[in-house]
């Protein structure tokens, strides 16, 4: 098993940015990793994720090329740079693992959740 624990997020203009980390208790090495979010009344979204190994990764086109995933396996911590926010980008942000395999993008391919961490971005 491995718990998830998101940090970083936090209030930023429209164009700036923000670091999110994911901090495992376990090993992330043999974990597929990913990021969603979600606003007020609204379903849970798939932001960015990547295979175990990390060399492969997926986004969500509203995301395309202003975020990216990375991990640290050393360190046991996936990333997510967020970058020219945009108030759109205002939600919850969760972390998510799932053990092994390529990278997922349903929420449900996930059995494992942080808590969540929200970001606010202003106009």
């Known amino acids: 098993q491995v718990q998830l624990v998101e940090s970083g997020g936090g209030l930023v203009q429209a164009g700036g940015s923000l670091r999110l980390s994911c901090a495992a208790s376990?090993?992330?090495?043999?974990?597929?990793m990913g990021w969603f979010r979600q606003a007020p009344g609204e379903e849970r979204q798939f932001v960015a994720a990547?295979?175990?190994?990390?060399?492969?990764?997926s986004y969500a086109d509203s995301v395309k090329g202003r975020f990216i995933i990375s991990r640290n396996n050393a360190k046991n911590t996936v990333y997510l740079q967020m970058n020219s926010l945009k108030p759109e980008d205002t939600a919850v942000y969760y972390c998510?693992?799932?053990?092994?395999?390529?990278?997922?993008?349903?929420?449900?391919?996930?059995?494992?959740w942080g808590q969540g961490t929200q970001v606010t971005v202003s106009s």
């Open positions: 998510a693992a799932a053990y092994g395999g390529f990278f997922y993008t349903k929420a449900g391919q996930y059995g494992y």
């Open positions: 376990g090993r992330t090495l043999s974990y597929a």
């Open positions: 990547d295979d175990w190994t990390g060399s492969r990764t």
